[in-house]
Structure formats: C-alpha cells, structure tokens
C-alpha cells in the first residue's frame, strides 16, 4: 500500500495540500522523498492567482530539491482536475478554495491526501493558536485537518498606497485613522496635488473607508440568527458615504471618479497626479517597476475611532475587567439560559451580577466598550449579548507596538 506524506495550505482564495510517498513518488513509481545529499526533495504545484510575472513564467526549477509547477489561475481546476486524473500526482499541490473544492475532484475523500493533524501538533502548535477554528474547518474533512490555511489577521488582501515622498514633504506620518486619513489629505492637496486620493468607477476599491467603518459590502454578520450584509447598518453606512461626499466637496478625489475606467485610474497614478490609492497589495512592485517615485504601503485597516477613545475607555479598572473577563467568559460568569458564552457572548444582567453594581452602571460600561469598538453585540430574542472584538483587540495592539 501507497504511504502518504503531505503538507497543505488554504484560505478563502489560495490554498495548498499535499500528497506524496515515503521512497515512491504519487502514481509513477519514480524516486521521491529523499535526494542524493540527504536532503528531503518533493514536486509542487502553484496557482500563479494571476500574478502577470508568474503567468510568463515556465514551469521554476529553483535548482533545489523543490520543484515547482505554476498552474494558470484561470485554468486551475481544469488542471488540478487532470494532474489528480493522471499517474503523476505530484507530492504538494496548491488549492484554490477548500479541501473539498472543485478542483480537488474529491480527491480527499477518496484518500489520496494525509491527515495532519498530528504533525501539526507536534511541530506547528503555535501556528494552531494563531489560526482561528473556522479556517480550519475550511481545510478540514470528517473532522481531520487536510491544508493549512493560508489566514490573514488583516480582512482585507488590499493596501492603502502612500506616497513616501509627498508624506515626507508635508510632514505627516502614514495615517492610521480616518481623521489622520483627511489630515493627510488635505496636506496634499494644499502642496498641489491634484487627487490626494485615487478613485475609480463603481467605488473598486473602496476599502480604506467602508472598512474603517465595517460596512464593506463583501462581508456579513449575523444578527438576531439572521445573515445579513454589513452594509446594512443604515448608521455607519451613511457614516462612511457622506465621509466620501466630504471628499469629493473638497477636491481630494477625480470628479469624474464615477466614470473612471481602470486604464485612466494606472495612469493618473503613474503620472504622478495621485498622493494614496487603494489596491491589492501585490501591485506595489509593478508600480514601483514603472515609476520613479517613492511608494508604500499600509493595510488597508483604519481604526474608526482615535486611539484615545480606547485608551479612555479602558482607563476605568471596572471596564478593563469586563474587556478580561469576557476573554474567558465561562471561567467568571454564571451560565444564561443555555448560551454559548464564548461564542455569542455575556447579557447585562451577567455583567451586573460580576461587578456587584447596578444594571445601569453596568449597561454603561458596556455602551463605552461598544462605542470604542472593543466589544461587539448580537440580539437574541429580547437579550443582547456582548462579546469581545478580537480583530479591533488585535489592531490596538500592533498600533501600540509599532507606535508607542
């Protein structure tokens, strides 16, 4: 019998398993495994995820004991679906999607991959903690773990642009916040700058403001045991138009910006007309290669409120123990009518009884940590639960970490 080896990787988008033999090469009978010097040596298979440098590019011999195969992204389950049909299955191959997608022709199912969980544990425990459960599960068949997700900390792929040169010229540092975000702006436009920030048609590329305000319309939640988009929350939603309206009023972006197509959107950028725009973060080395001014960039995550507003709304000892306490909501409060805890979250009255205070004071303090974004709510019938926002919690500490 065939014995498997293999390592995988995955996300929403990019993904890549493994399958492969001790000796034996997947299929062919050839040699694998193992190189003349000892070293290990295995066969791989990528999608180029449309990368115009990786589509030119024949298959990359790196002249190591690492051989890869790049895949068309717009052929890839085409592909995929005929090198898993064949006798030379290769010993890593990247996956667009999960373990069970298309291109994998069932390929898991039917045994041809390893299981990894007990490698993982013995050799990546950290990469386990770091990875949330859910992108495991994208990798995951009967329970066992097939790829190792390829996660993101940052919801978006995409980047802010800046200009180094234009920041350094007006004195400002790369902005964190929307209010940072207009000063800068602003800046830009008073030195000169004819769009100090770059649109295009049909808002593509929109992140940088409808994600400081969570209402990017690619992402839902749900809420009251309801998917709905994020974009319905008619508030912030309303927020992040008129903080456009603001921009187009000021000149800081094309009038005709509606109307820009693509080809006009490059150009204005590599002319030098443009101070910050919004785009996959792969494209900072193509722009780079065209133009000879200064670019660089920041993801595109901006805190909606100044960083004051969650300093201020920890600086109470009552609010910092909630913000603890709901890290480990099973370990300090007393069970509500059956609710998962740490998955949808603690009522008020949980909270109450905890601080020994009044429901209004405790209602309070949880307004406070919903406002500066620390903790977020979902409705459950006539209760609302609160539980932390570990993405904000973890965007406040990378903010202290690199600025403080």
Known sequence: MR????????SALIAVASVGCNGTKAGDGGESGVA?????SFTMSMATSGNK???????????????LTMFPFKDFDSKMTLMLA????????????GATSRGMSG???AGVFMP?????????PNLMKSVPEAAWQETSVDGNIYGIPAWLSNPSRRALFVRTDLLEKIGLQPPKTVDEFLEVMRAMKKEGVEFPYQMRENFKYADTILGAFDVLPSQIELQNGEVVPKFFDVENMTTALETYKMMYDEGMIPKDFATLTSSDYGKNI?????????ENAQALADYRSKTTIDISIIPDIMIRMKPIEVFKALSNESRLEILQWLKEPEQYFTPHEGIDMREIGVCVSQVTEKLNMTQSTAS????ILHRAGLIKTERLGKFTYYKRDEEVIREIGEYLKQEI
Do not use: C, F, P
């Open 3 to 10: 014995k498997k080896w293999g390592l995988a990787m995955m």
């Open 36 to 40: 003349a010097d000892g070293k290990l």
């Open 53 to 67: 440098h990786a589509e030119r590019s024949k298959d990359v011999n790196t002249n190591t004991d690492i051989q």
């Open 86 to 97: 064949s006798s030379d299955i290769l010993d890593v191959v990247q996956i667009v999607g």
């Open 107 to 109: 390929s898991v199912e």
């Open 116 to 124: 990894l969980d007990d490698l993982l544990k013995e050799h990546a």
């Open 270 to 278: 590599e002319s030098g007309k443009s101070g910050m725009w919004s």
């Open 364 to 367: 309070q303090y949880l307004s």
